[in-house]
């Protein structure tokens, strides 16, 4: 069975959607498991990275996750803001207990960047359980 994740054809020569439409297909057929975090999922996220000048959009509804080119015009529920290194990191980052752990080399690196602003995530408080989910469904680990 396929995970239901739609790369969008205007989304297909960019980068970051690529790289993360692959790298969540692969995490949900190794951890099918995660297929239910993804069903759970309704919101918009924006994951923008200004130092490869890219910007992709997640929409997650009914089920299906759908990534496309970022549209500025169009307010996320969620706004990551970081470096494409850091995009990465994110990805890495571990889950213990249902929360993302922070105490490990690529945790701390991540913490840092979050207190130094390097890495902005608008949205988080007011959708914190939503992004502990997301986290959950990009952890490779």
Do not use: W
Request: hydrophobic content about 45%; proline content about 6%; aromatic content about 4%.
């Amino acid at each position: 069975m396929n995970p239901p994740i739609t790369l969008l054809q205007e989304a297909s020569d960019n980068g970051l959607a690529v790289m993360l439409s692959e790298l969540i297909q692969q995490n949900l057929n190794q951890h099918p498991e995660r297929i239910k975090l993804l069903k759970s999922l309704k919101i918009r996220v924006m994951i923008e990275s200004p130092d490869i000048q890219s910007a992709v959009e997640l929409g997650f509804k009914q089920g299906e996750m759908i990534i496309s080119s970022g549209n500025p015009m169009i307010q996320p529920n969620l706004h990551i803001i970081a470096d494409s290194a850091t995009v990465l990191d994110l990805c890495l980052l571990k889950i213990k207990f249902g929360l993302p752990y922070f105490f490990d080399v690529n945790g701390l690196k991540v913490l840092k960047k979050l207190i130094a602003r390097q890495l902005l995530i608008k949205g988080m408080l007011r959708h914190f359980p939503t992004l502990i989910k997301l986290t959950k469904l990009f952890s490779v680990m």
